[in-house]
């Protein structure tokens, strides 16, 4: 039985491209959508971001395999004028932006489902590892992490009720990466072994996002101070926008003993370092707060301050100034990162983290 039309979101990787299949496989009338964000086409598939030029022709030898309406979309501008433009100034102003939290809040799903409904499709599915449950006693929807040991939805927070409406992440289900890609090795998909990219789909230099930044802002990169937490310069530094809190290689000094950057102060131009131990703290600050699910004043929760670390007893206090007590310190708390708040696998907040 034909099922309602999907638009899917395919990057040219194999989590989008398993997607597809399995929507196609369950009776679903499937079309295909590439938002083209990144003009560049790298050699290295770890390096080939999605939606670069390479990506969108994977998406299309899929969409040929599985004999579905593709339709490669261009948002270079949107995406350089949003994601670019931030990540660029959030470095300038010593902080540590999530491009990816970005593109997803500014380009992707507003662009999507733009489309999808240009398109003539009821719904819009990704290849994110999440969940979305329907609570009928509250009448809201609920994001959850997913149920294998890949979970996205950290990058996913700030999702709104008519957007989760809208979305299905079927890859929330299955118990692992492994076995996404043995599907897509049964359903003969060319990108099965395709590696995962692992950069940011716009850093492509071989010196990282330091060298783009450079290209983009070489003023940023003056040389200045390098101080200890006591006050006392220790060295010289080639520029803030080089460095982020937690980073202990390329310091440039050699004292004797392992040094990291504790904070950097832009409009002083000087990068503080010091010992592991400064380097934890049990309160964060958070601003732009996305509130996913109705709080209390103050509620436990499982809070984590970067997309790669479990989730950690805190916490979290709403008001005019929200933010997150932890029960133990965390390490690295970094100013431009995204804060996500869990009640149990529920989203319940997210926010950027703000200087204390």
């Known amino acids: 039985m034909k099922q309602e039309p999907v638009l899917v979101a395919m990057s040219g990787g194999v989590d989008s491209a398993v997607v597809a299949g399995l929507l196609k496989r369950r009776g679903y ?36 395999v599985l004999d579905i309406p593709h339709y490669v979309l261009n948002f270079k501008d949107r995406f350089r004028e949003t ?15 999530n491009p990816c939290v970005q593109c997803n809040k500014k380009v992707k799903f507003e662009s999507l489902l733009e ?24 009448d809201r929807y609920r994001l959850l992490r997913s149920r294998g040991g890949k979970d996205q939805s950290y990058v996913l927070y700030m999702l709104e009720q008519a957007t989760l409406g809208q979305v299905m992440f079927p890859l929330g289900e299955l118990p692992s990466k492994t076995e996404t890609r043995e599907v897509a090795r049964e359903m003969g998909l060319p990108v099965a072994n395709k590696p995962d990219s692992q950069e940011i789909c716009f850093v492509s230099e071989a010196g990282g996002y330091s060298e783009f930044l450079r290209k983009e802002r070489p003023e940023v990169f003056e040389e200045g101070d390098l101080v200890d937490s006591s006050g006392k310069v220790i060295g010289k530094h080639g520029g803030v ?16 003993r392992p040094l990291f950057v504790l904070k950097l102060e832009p409009k002083e131009n000087r990068v503080i ?8 703290q049990n ?30 007893p805190a916490r979290l206090y709403a008001g005019n100034e929200p933010k997150l007590v932890f029960r133990e310190p965390v390490r690295a708390v970094t100013p431009g990162q995204f804060a996500v708040a869990y009640r149990g696998e529920t989203v319940v907040a997210g926010g950027v983290i703000c200087k204390n």
Request: aromatic content about 6%; glycine content about 10%; charged content about 30%.
């Open 241 to 256: 926008a080089g460095f982020t809190v937690g980073q202990r290689r390329g310091l440039g000094v050699a004292t004797g």
């Open 115 to 138: 489309s999808m409904r240009e398109l003539g499709c009821r719904k819009l599915a990704t290849g994110h590892y999440a969940r979305i449950r329907h609570d009928k006693e509250t």
């Open 283 to 312: 309160e964060v600050r958070i601003e732009d707060v996305f509130w996913s699910q109705p709080i209390k004043e103050s509620e436990r929760v499982d809070a984590k301050i970067r997309y790669n670390m479990s989730a950690q």
């Open 29 to 64: 009338d499937v079309v295909g959508v590439t938002l083209q964000i990144w003009q560049e086409s790298q050699t290295d598939p770890r390096h080939s971001g999605c939606c670069s030029l390479g990506a969108v022709e994977d998406a299309r030898r899929v969409a040929r």
């Open 273 to 280: 370092v010091g010992e592991a131990g400064e380097l934890e």
């Open 83 to 97: 994601v670019i433009q931030n990540f660029v100034d959030e470095y300038v102003a010593g902080r540590t932006p």
